[in-house]
Structure formats: structure tokens, C-alpha cells
């Protein structure tokens, strides 16, 4: 087991007692009425908002989760989330404005602000269920299994204790300061935790960590492969399956039909959370546009470099070796069963060695030689990062494990307060007691809290690895994205659209898992040739969002649509305009009603092209700084004048973005 030193544990301890007090300091504001522990009393600057945004998105799961994909597919392989860039900056110009707008208090009360009638109530009150308890508990459990593999290879905690450990200084201040203390603790956290990640980079770079000869970036870029440097996928033998899984699908497709916390089509989570909770529209879209820079571009590479350095410390199995262990286990069944059983009575040697080739025939050999106080089923590709922070020095381990533990409080605090608005706002409120006061809202609402970080952390114990997790939630909520889009600009998306996305993006999800997996799917797109087109993951996500669309459209025209008085209120407040929504002020006109569209109109092409200089801004600075780091200093000036020109011509058409 891996000890810290008193200095570190030091570190640790007074990081912890410095952010449970940030954070419990907005107690007794948050305490006043549902709307400031929520929405902090809609005062937030976007400066703090913009940080808080993307501290909530940097859990301790996500450097794990980069490392998982590098190890596997490279640098490259990141385009499965970079790709969302485009739907950020999509919410940045076109829909930040329009949630501020609706002065909503959750992106759920949307449901009966667009739609109508008892469809819309029963919309609004099982998504707050389904979103606020089932969603939040997966997204909590992939956090909080990170925590427990960090626990682990660091503290030599078991799941169980880490879990403990990791929930008492959360539980604290998200529980008594709401959204107010998050923010706070968030900025607090992320300074934390962006300065252990680049430490430890650093660190890991020049030290010769483990005896692998890398002391400087260019012997690390010697000794990892090429493929896995590179920005984008390479094709090799006409095996199209990779550059289609992690580079055309998301940007072709996944980006506008996933919805995924954090990166929804349309904003939403708590990302719409903190845009209500802004000053003003102009507030909302700022904290948007610095979340998008700081998210993509500028916390990436320090992962991405750890990542890398751990193919070299502890690399991982050939095909070749692979074969050869699991020969191995074919060779030693009764061995394998005796070990699979318990393993009484095996001698210690030969544990080691059946442990050893079952995880070397997955790839993961090295891992199971480093770390053999860690259990069989979390030995995955994304231990390797905890496993490359355990051999800092102290000090530096003391600030880096604070820095996860930053990274992972701020996480879980952000969807605790988010999933407990939902159930608060749009169940409890809304169904159970419309006439609560002010005190027994927040008291639910703090109820609910616990309840939630219970739930994640023993949601937690029955996940594996970060990448599975994080697959089976773009399963979800593939083909349900576009709705969210479409919804805000054509009149004929109603409430029953929505309920069929959902019911059958689950319904789908659940049959690839316990029927066609089981019956053998994959192994019959193997046999046709298929896997060499597009790998199973993204066959599965092309089918489900194909169904799903095909779904939710067709009952689309087979239901009726919303009341035209409903929808006319709708353009009228947030000021929707466009050709989705001619059929609505022909309406409004023939009564003699008025609704102020041509702003709708003239902001959309605006928008668009807003959003097209955003996403060249940032990824033009992504890429810039990774090739810096690389040593092509050509190819990162050239990007980092696109990034100055896209910077400065986006400067001069924000003001023109028409506000209020």
C-alpha cells in the first residue's frame, strides 16, 4: 500500500477544512427560499459562472476517462467529446439568451412553458424523477468510481471507505449552501485542481518515472507511437472503423443527436441551471463562452501528457502477448476456476499468476504487476492515471490528490444541486405540496441531497470502468437531441414528441443490453463485416439515433400540436422567430397580436456563424498548444493566428447579438 507522508496528508486536510468552509458560508443565504439555494437569487457574475461551469465538468473521473481513451485510441480518440464543442458554442449564441429569457427556475419548467395541457405536467414531473434521480445517479457513480480507484492505488482504501471518506466534506457544503457554495467552492477548486494536473504533468515528464528514460517531451514523443500522438485517426489497411467511431460520428452526427449531461443539445442540466442563476443575458452567454475555452482547450493537456507518459511506464500488451495469456488461461482452466472461485487454498504465487494473465489478456498486465492491492474488477485502462499521480514525491502528491479531491467534490456538489432542484421544483412543488413555504423547501431540498449522494456512491460499487459508463450513457440518449434543438424553432414539436424520444431511446438502449448482446449482435456485425466500417459502439449509437428520430417524428404528426395561444406566449417571451415559427404569427396577426419575431429571425444566421468562429477559436488554441508541446512551432502558430482572427472577428459581431 502506497503511504502519503505527513505533508501531504497536511496538504489534504487543509484543503478539505478550507472548502467545506467556503462552501458552508452561503448557508445561511441559501437558506432563505428554494430560488437562492438553487438559483442563487439569479445575482451570479460570469466570470464565477463560467469557471463553476466547467469545474463541474472536471471530476476525478475525467482524467481517468482521457486516459482510458489515449491508452486505447489515442489522442486522437477524444474527438468523441471534443465534438460537442459544437453544441456548446451552439448554446453560447443562440440559446443562452433564450433560457435567461424564459426566467425559468430548472430547465424542466420549460415542459409547461412550451407545451400544454396534462402531457406537458407529466412531461415536467417524470423528468424531474428520471433526469434528477436516474441520470444524476449514473453521472454520480462514474465520478464516484474514480474516487474509488484513486482510494485504492493511493490510500489502499477499500470501495467502501473511500466512498465514506469521499462523502463527508461534500455531503457538508453541498447540503447547507446550495448552488451559492458550489459556485464559490467551485472557483476555489478548479485553481486547485488545474494547478495539481499541470504539476503533475510536469513532474511526470522530467523525473524518468519508473525507469522509462522519458525526462523530456521529446524522448516521450519518441517512445509512444505515433498513432497515438496524432490529432486525428489514421486509416490503416482500409479498416475505416476507428476514423468513422471517433471522428466522423461525432462530428457528423453524435454532437446535435446525444444528449449527454453537460454537453446537451440546446443547453440544459446544469449548465442551464447556472445560465438562469446569471445577472442578465449578457452574463449568460459570457460564463458560457469562457466555460467552452477553459473546457476544450485549455484543461486538456495536462491529462493528455500524463496519459501519455503511462503508455510508456506501463505499457500496454501486444496482440501477440495478449494471445499468449490467454493460451495461458485456456491451458489452466482448472486453475482459472479455482482462482475465479475464491482461490482457496492457491498458493500466493499462483494468484499472482492467474491474476496476471487474465488481466494481460484484456491489455492490462502491467497494471495488475504495479498495483496488486487493487481488486480484479476495477483493472482498467483508467487506474493508470492514479496509478502515474501515486509515484509523485511528496508534497506534490499531497497537492494533486487535494486536486482530485477538488475535482471530485465540485462534481458531485454540482449534481446533487441540480438533481435536487429537480425534484424539488418540478416534482415536489409542482405535485406533492404547490404551497410548501420558503423553509420546508429548502429543508426537502436538502433532504433530497443526501438522498442522492447515497444513491451515486452505491450505484458506484457496480460500475467497472469509466468508458463502459460513459458509452452507455450516449446509448441513452441517443436520438433524443435533435428535439431538444428543434424545439425552441418549429412550432410543431409537442409534448408526446418528447415522451416518445425518451421512452424509446430507453427502450432501445435496454434491448442492445439484455437481447442483442446477449443473442450475439456483435459477433454476427463481426462475421458480415461491418466492424471493419464503424466499431460496435457506433453501430449501436447510428441505429438507436435512427429509430429514436424516426420515432418521436412520426408521432409527432400523428398527435396534435400545442395550443396556438400556449405557443404564442412562448415567441412572445423568449422572442423566437424563423420559419418554424411562420405558422404561429400568421395566428397571432389574425387576432391582432403582436409578437417581436424579426429578432428571432435576424439572431439565428448570426448565431450560426458566431458559433462556427467559436468552435475555430478554441479548437484552433487546443491544437495550437498541443503541437507547441509536440515541438512543430509552424503548424502552432498557424493555429494560433486562427485562433487570434476567429477571437477578434467573433469580439466584433458579439455586440450586434441582440439582448433584453
Known amino acids: 500500500m502506497f503511504k502519503l507522508t505527513l505533508l501531504d496528508i497536511g496538504i489534504i486536510v487543509g484543503f478539505l477544512v478550507a472548502v467545506v468552509g467556503v462552501g458552508a458560508a452561503a448557508a445561511r443565504r441559501s437558506s432563505r427560499s428554494a430560488s437562492d439555494y438553487f438559483l442563487s437569487g439569479r445575482s451570479m457574475p460570469w466570470w464565477l459562472l463560467g469557471i463553476s461551469m466547467v469545474a463541474c465538468t472536471f471530476s476525478c473521473g475525467t482524467p481517468n476517462l482521457i486516459t482510458d481513451i489515449v491508452r486505447n485510441d489515442g489522442v486522437a480518440g477524444n474527438w468523441v467529446w471534443w465534438a460537442f464543442l459544437l453544441t456548446g458554442m451552439l448554446t453560447v449564441f443562440v440559446y443562452a439568451k433564450l433560457w435567461r429569457r424564459s426566467e425559468l427556475d430548472t430547465d424542466l419548467g420549460f415542459y409547461e412553458l412550451r407545451y400544454s395541457g396534462r402531457a406537458a405536467a407529466a412531461l415536467r414531473g ?80 522530467r523525473a524518468d518515472v519508473g525507469g522509462t528514460g522519458v525526462t523530456s517531451l521529446a524522448e516521450l514523443w519518441a517512445r509512444v507511437p505515433a498513432d497515438k500522438l496524432s490529432f486525428f485517426p489514421h486509416v490503416e489497411g482500409g479498416d475505416t472503423a476507428v476514423l468513422v467511431t471517433v471522428f466522423v460520428l461525432p462530428l457528423a452526427v453524435q454532437w446535435w443527436n446525444v444528449w449527454y449531461p453537460g454537453a446537451e443539445p440546446g443547453g440544459g442540466g446544469y449548465i442551464a441551471q447556472r445560465m438562469l442563476a446569471a445577472k442578465n443575458e449578457k452574463h449568460a452567454i459570457g460564463a458560457t ?9 485549455v484543461r486538456t493537456w495536462p491529462w493528455l501528457v500524463v496519459a501519455l507518459v503511462s503508455l510508456v511506464a506501463l505499457p500496454k500488451e501486444t496482440p501477440q502477448e495478449m494471445a499468449r495469456s490467454q493460451a495461458w488461461l485456456s491451458g489452466n482452466a482448472a486453475l482459472v476456476q479455482r482462482y475465479r472461485s475464491g482461490g482457496d487454498g492457491l498458493p500466493p504465487e499462483a494468484r499472482m499468476e492467474v491474476r496476471y494473465h487474465t488481466a494481460a489478456a484484456r ?56 438533481g435536487a432542484s429537480y425534484v424539488v421544483n418540478d416534482f415536489y412543488l409542482r405535485f406533492v405540496r404547490p404551497d410548501a413555504t420558503p423553509r420546508q423547501q429548502v429543508r426537502m431540498a436538502r433532504i433530497t441531497t443526501v438522498l442522492l449522494l447515497v444513491l451515486g456512491s452505491g450505484a458506484a460499487l457496480l460500475l467497472q470502468g469509466a468508458k463502459g459508463a460513459f458509452d452507455v450513457l450516449l446509448q441513452v440518449g441517443a436520438g433524443t437531441g435533435l428535439i431538444y434543438i428543434l424545439r425552441w424553432f418549429w412550432w410543431r414539436v409537442n409534448a408526446w414528441s418528447e415522451i416518445a424520444a425518451m421512452v424509446i431511446s430507453f427502450l432501445v438502449a435496454v434491448l442492445f443490453r439484455f437481447v442483442a448482446e446477449p443473442l450475439g449482435l456483435e459477433g454476427a456485425m463481426r462475421e458480415a463485416g461491418l466492424l471493419s466500417v464503424m466499431a460496435y459502439s457506433g453501430w449501436k449509437l447510428v441505429i438507436g439515433i435512427a429509430i429514436t428520430t424516426a420515432g418521436w417524428l412520426t408521432v409527432t404528426y400523428l398527435t396534435p400540436p400545442e395550443e396556438m395561444t400556449v405557443l404564442t406566449a412562448f415567441c412572445r417571451k423568449i422572442r423566437a422567430g424563423g420559419p418554424g ?80
Open 581 to 660: 415559427w411562420r405558422k404561429v404569427e400568421q395566428w397571432a396577426a389574425s387576432r391582432g397580436e403582436e409578437i417581436d419575431a424579426e429578432s428571432g429571425r435576424s439572431g439565428l444566421p448570426l448565431g450560426i456563424l458566431c458559433m462556427v468562429l467559436g468552435c475555430a477559436a478554441v479548437w484552433g488554441l487546443l491544437f495550437a498548444i498541443g503541437y507547441a508541446l509536440y515541438g512543430k512551432w509552424g503548424h502552432a502558430g498557424a493555429l494560433g493566428a486562427v485562433t487570434v482572427l476567429a477571437t477578434v472577428w467573433l469580439m466584433r459581431l458579439v455586440p450586434r447579438i441582440r439582448f433584453g
Open 289 to 297: 463562452m469562457l466555460f467552452n475555452f477553459m473546457h476544450y482547450a
Open 126 to 205: 417524470f423528468r424531474a424523477l428520471y433526469l434528477g434521480v436516474f441520470f444524476n445517479v449514473m453521472s454520480l457513480a462514474i465520478g464516484s468510481l474514480a474516487a474509488i480507484k484513486i482510494g485504492q492505488v493511493i490510500f489502499g482504501l477499500s470501495s467502501v471507505e473511500t466512498l465514506l471518506w469521499a462523502s463527508v466534506g461534500v455531503g457538508i457544503y453541498a447540503t447547507l449552501g446550495g448552488l451559492t457554495g458550489s459556485i464559490w467552492a467551485d472557483f476555489f477548486q478548479y485553481a486547485i485542481a488545474m494547478a495539481g494536473s499541470i504539476a503533475a504533468a510536469v513532474y511526470l515528464i
Open 363 to 418: 491489455g492490462h498486465g502491467a497494471l495488475a504487476k504495479a498495483f496488486p492491492g487493487v481488486e480484479d474488477a476495477f483493472l482498467r485502462d483508467d487506474i493508470a492515471y492514479p496509478g502515474m499521480i501515486s509515484r509523485l514525491p511528496a508534497g506534490l502528491l499531497g497537492l494533486v490528490v487535494a486536486s482530485l479531491i477538488a475535482a471530485h467534490m465540485s462534481t458531485v456538489a454540482t449534481h446533487l444541486n441540480w
